[in-house]
T-cell receptor, first 112, second 112 residues
Framework: GENVEQHPSTLSVQEGDSAVIKCTYS??????FPWYKQELGKRPQLIID?????GEKKDQRIAVTLNKTAKHFSLHITETQPEDSAVYFC???????????FGSGTKLNVKP | ETGVTQTPRHLVMGMTNKKSLKCEQH?????MYWYKQSAKKPLELMFV???????ENNSVPSRFSPECPNSSHLFLHLHTLQPEDSALYLC???????????FGQGTRLTVV
């Protein structure tokens, strides 16, 4: 099966700095990679996703990059704000499979 | 509101009780999931239903029993639970082909 590893487990940055969270996956057949943000006491919510036919996707202050050869993908948050503080999960999924493999999560703390 | 609703939001039960968690989705999705989220652990997939048939059971103890009567509803029946089963139980749904999972708010379960 798939194995998704996520690093770091905790990340603390100063407001305005950038934050990068990295994930690796093991199954080269995985082709869909979403990122979820979970604020304290709330449900995980999709913030950005990328499919294997593209290498980078950007949405305002967040971006995701994918390296299929190395089997890793990363979440980049620029100009961080205190409201970005949350736990972020990466996930991987294969075509035609109804199963998401989640990373262990990264707790991001943005200090004002 | 993401379209995935879970009830109850909080549940405290004794080890000899029987209770059920309910999940309902109004998104027209054909796959539904139960996840367990414990402190400092990744999201653990418990069950997957696709087109109302169980397609995945990740070695979950038999004290957890899922039921999917139709594509919009998913239940998790609980009986003789242990204190270590205390966690946040998240329901999610998705379409078949490469779409993101939408999560419910979760049920915070405490076993005493």
């Amino acid at each position: 099966g798939e194995n998704v590893e996520q690093h770091p487990s905790t990340l603390s940055v100063q407001e305005g700095d950038s934050a990068v969270i990295k994930c690796t996956y093991s199954d080269s057949a995985s082709n869909y990679f979403p990122w979820y943000k979970q604020e304290l006491g709330k449900r995980p919510q999709l913030i950005i996703d990328i499919r294997s036919n593209v290498g980078e996707k950007k949405d305002q202050r967040i971006a995701v990059t994918l390296n299929k050869t190395a089997k890793h993908f990363s979440l980049h948050i620029t100009e961080t704000q205190p409201e970005d503080s949350a736990v972020y999960f990466c996930a991987a999924r294969k075509l035609n499979f109804n199963k998401f493999y989640f990373g262990s999560g990264t707790k991001l703390n943005v200090k004002p | 509101e993401t379209g995935v609703t879970q009830t109850p939001r909080h549940l405290v039960m004794g080890m000899t009780n029987k209770k059920s968690l309910k999940c309902e989705q109004h998104l027209g999705h054909n796959a539904m999931y139960w996840y367990k989220q414990s402190a400092k652990k990744p999201l653990e997939l418990m069950f997957v239903y696709s087109l109302e048939e169980r397609v995945e059971n990740n070695s979950v103890p038999s004290r957890f029993s899922p039921e999917c009567p139709n594509s919009s509803h998913l239940f998790l029946h609980l009986h003789t639970l242990q204190p270590e089963d205390s966690a946040l139980y998240l329901c999610a749904s998705s379409q078949d082909m490469n779409t993101e999972a939408f999560f419910g708010q979760g049920t915070r379960l405490t076993v005493v």
